[in-house]
């Protein structure tokens, strides 16, 4: 499986990003998709999660701000990040789960909020 990510940027605080990341491969099936991030110093942590029925989960820090979506067909994931802070500068990974619960991780997108 291939994940391929894309979004990436430098943004100022209150402004919006939309992270992508494609998955492929040959008889891909796919249970969930997720991003996570590591800013600086930090541990690697869960931002949010969308399951093949599409039950999402957010870490408290963005809940309100982030939007995880899912376009199965595209066998793509998104996350909308509105109203940017500077704490959430980080390295953002996909994440997808197979059906066979193998965990795939993308290369990681650079996320800047700074003025």
């Known amino acids: 499986v291939q994940l391929q990510a894309s979004g990436g940027g430098l943004v100022q605080p209150g402004g919006s990003l939309r992270l992508s990341c494609a998955a492929s491969g040959n008889g891909i099936s796919i249970n969930h998709m997720g991003w996570y991030r590591q800013a600086p110093g930090k541990e690697r942590e869960l931002v949010a999660r969308?399951?093949?029925?599409?039950?999402?989960t957010y870490a408290d820090s963005v809940k309100g701000r982030f939007t995880i979506s899912r376009d199965a067909a595209k066998n793509t994931v998104y996350l909308q990040m509105d109203v940017l802070k500077p704490e959430d500068t980080a390295v953002y990974y996909c994440n997808v789960v197979s059906s066979a619960w193998v965990s795939y991780w993308g290369q990681g997108t650079l996320v800047t909020v700074s003025s």
């Open positions: 969308i399951t093949r029925g599409g039950t999402t």
